[in-house]
């Protein structure tokens, strides 16, 4: 898809949400520089709709099972030229709103990767992420069209189309746990949605290559990224990553 580089593009956020009403005020109070916000409710149960309300009437309900599926949907309802996509537990900072605004209007490219300052609770963990488990960045920024998600529950695959532009300066705010009771949660929860693909698809490997995959992911966190720079975060993280496919694995056999 090409579009005039000469007239002013808009930009469209994309926002797929299950019940996040304590997380949602916040990451869209700082998105109202946006043209427009799409908003997919999947399977909400709280007070996420009526916070939605507040601040956009295209919102979109239903179920979707697979996590491509609702980014996806969304995607497909952003009107503009530009698309951003960002979740309910990140926050766009005034600074960061100025550059994506700045950039829509001068690139040439076609998408542009976004850097992500990950936290725990109040704590900035700057080190240690890595094998699914938080994202040093993310093609976040991009032309309508240029962007597809695989069909997978967790993590899906991500397609991207035409010229990767200069990654973006300022940082995206995540913030991805409260504690490490939320992070093993987390990682339960993701590990059942990765054990349904695995049996959907049969490629989770086997026993001994995921059992090798816990040192393996362990070392790559812990130690060449530098989790142990984080004291007990790090070391958590570091574990989640090396217990992230054996755990699937386990439960896809169940």
Known sequence: MQNSYKTKKKLSVALCIRNEEEKLKKCLDA???ADEIIILLDDCT???KEIAKRYTKKIIEGRWPIEGDRRNL???NCKNNWILEVDADEIVSKSLAMEVKETIQKSK???HPIRVNNHIGDRLIKFGWGCYIG???YAGLFRNGFKI???QRVHPKIELKGSSGLILKKPLDHFVDNDIKDMFNRLNAYTDARALDIRDNNDGGNFLGNVKRIFSRFFK???LRKGYKEGRYGFFI???AGLYPIWSYLKAKK
């Open 109 to 111: 490219n076609d998408w």
């Open 149 to 151: 998600w695989g069909s």
């Open 31 to 33: 998105l109202t520089f």
């Open 46 to 48: 709280d007070n996420s």
């Open 74 to 76: 969304a995607i497909k």
């Open 221 to 223: 966190c812990y130690f």
């Open 135 to 137: 994202k040093g960045q």
């Open 238 to 240: 570091a574990l989640c």
